[in-house]
């Protein structure tokens, strides 16, 4: 008896997986993660590798051509916060965007607009 719930019990959860697509053919997998690589090598290559080691770049001191990077931790952030000219420049930015207007080019009377 216990056997006989037992399958029954597991045709029910094939048929719920197949239902919900959780059960697919092998080949069908391989053939989607072949024609998903090449983004996803891009993807990792181009998108998260540049921002990971720029921010680990941004936790040292390095000029680029006095050899090695040397960790230093959030100096470098504390530095910027405590910079005057720093602050004064978010501010103007943001005053850039809040008071600026909109972009000239967008309205069509600006020098890069189509006449």
């Given at each position: 008896?216990?056997?006989?719930?037992?399958?029954?019990?597991?045709?029910?959860?094939?048929?719920?997986?197949?239902?919900?697509?959780?059960?697919?053919?092998?080949?069908?997998?391989?053939?989607?993660?072949?024609?998903i690589?090449?983004?996803?090598?891009?993807?990792?290559v181009?998108?998260?590798?540049p921002?990971?080691?720029?921010?680990?770049?941004?936790?040292?001191?390095?000029?680029?051509?006095?050899?090695?990077?040397?960790?230093?931790?959030?100096?470098?952030?504390?530095?910027?916060?405590?910079?005057?000219?720093?602050?004064?420049?978010?501010?103007?930015?943001?005053?850039?965007?809040?008071?600026?207007?909109?972009?000239?080019?967008?309205?069509?009377?600006?020098?890069?607009?189509?006449?």
């Amino acid at each position: 008896m216990a056997a006989h719930l037992a399958a029954i019990d597991s045709g029910r959860a094939r048929f719920a997986a197949r239902r919900l697509g959780a059960i697919e053919d092998a080949a069908t997998c391989e053939w989607g993660s072949l024609f998903i690589s090449p983004w996803l090598f891009g993807f990792i290559v181009l998108g998260i590798f540049p921002i990971l080691y720029t921010f680990y770049l941004s936790l040292t001191r390095y000029s680029g051509h006095q050899g090695p990077p040397v960790f230093i931790g959030i100096q470098n952030y504390q530095r910027m916060a405590a910079d005057p000219l720093f602050l004064e420049g978010r501010l103007q930015h943001a005053l850039l965007h809040v008071a600026g207007g909109p972009d000239r080019r967008r309205r069509g009377d600006g020098p890069g607009a189509r006449r």
